[in-house]
């Protein structure tokens, strides 16, 4: 993701940089990222977990922006590595790796697919894609109280997320997208540029609000059931033990009421 990085701040400040150190900047990256991609396979490339959609994400930004040939040659690779993550989600699109993957996985996912939309003028748009939509709701359906996310797999009880990834969302999917708190939000997520540019790229003050709305979802193929009310927020978690950062956590269920986790589902052991 450095390489990613790198890339996106040379691009929006190039004209501010002298040359030693743009012509610095894309050596590195050639050498340490473009010249490695080309000539390696990778595991991480049909790793079936968040893992492809980070790695894949990030080395597709960097080559986008730096040598855009590369980039329409690289794109039948890259792009069978997104759907490879996808398909790790089922229809329904919930996150058995848990929030924290969510963010991180599907950050980059939904970062290299607006890259990509506006890099081939909306002929490859991966947001069209009705999955996409059900996973981009995801982190709706994890919100008990305000305060309170669900933390089951690989989540720390104190969990959050980068506010710019609903955003993101809500511009392209509107009112299917719920406003959520910012309660649990951050700018900064996983320490990554990305994030937070974005955050405050996108972030909309319209679409947040203080109370969530009543809801109830049913999750057939995760086995995910969350049901929520102006009293109470209560979800439980099937699935099976071999899913990807599993927890020992099917069966379990997290009851919240203000704002507190009543019983409780303590997540990994973290800060």
């Not at 990554?192 to 947040?208: E, G, I, K, L, M």
Request: aromatic letters at 18%; a negative charge.
């Amino acid at each position: 993701s450095l390489a990613f990085s790198t890339a996106e701040v040379k691009y929006i400040f190039k004209d501010r940089f002298p040359k030693l150190l743009n012509d610095r900047i894309s050596y590195e990256i050639r050498r340490h990222t473009i010249e490695p991609f080309k000539t390696r396979k990778f595991f991480w490339e049909t790793h079936n977990n968040n893992w492809t959609a980070v790695c894949a994400g990030a080395v597709g930004g960097a080559i986008m922006y730096e040598d855009p040939e590369e980039f329409k040659r690289q794109l039948p690779r890259l792009e069978a590595s997104m759907q490879c993550y996808l398909d790790s989600y089922d229809e329904d699109g919930m996150c058995v790796e848990g929030t924290a993957y969510w963010g991180f996985g599907f950050g980059f996912f939904a970062v290299y697919a607006t890259l990509l939309r506006e890099f081939s003028n909306g002929e490859y748009d991966w947001l069209k894609n009705p999955k996409v939509k059900a996973i981009a709701q995801f982190m709706q359906k994890m919100h008990l109280q305000p305060n309170v996310l669900a933390n089951f797999s690989d989540v720390n009880a104190r969990e959050g997320y980068w506010v710019g990834l609903p955003h993101m969302m809500k511009n392209f999917y509107g009112d299917d997208i719920d406003k959520l708190p910012l309660e649990q939000a951050t700018i900064v997520a996983y320490c990554h540029w990305a994030f937070a540019v974005r955050s405050t790229v996108y972030y909309n003050p319209d679409y947040v609000s203080d109370e969530l709305p009543d809801c109830e979802y049913y999750a057939n193929e995760s086995s995910f059931f969350t049901k929520r009310t102006k009293d109470y927020g209560f979800i439980l978690k099937g699935g099976n033990q071999w899913e990807s950062h599993n927890h020992q956590d099917v069966g379990s269920f997290i009851l919240a009421r203000h704002n507190k986790q009543i019983f409780c589902d303590f997540g990994y052991i973290g800060p």
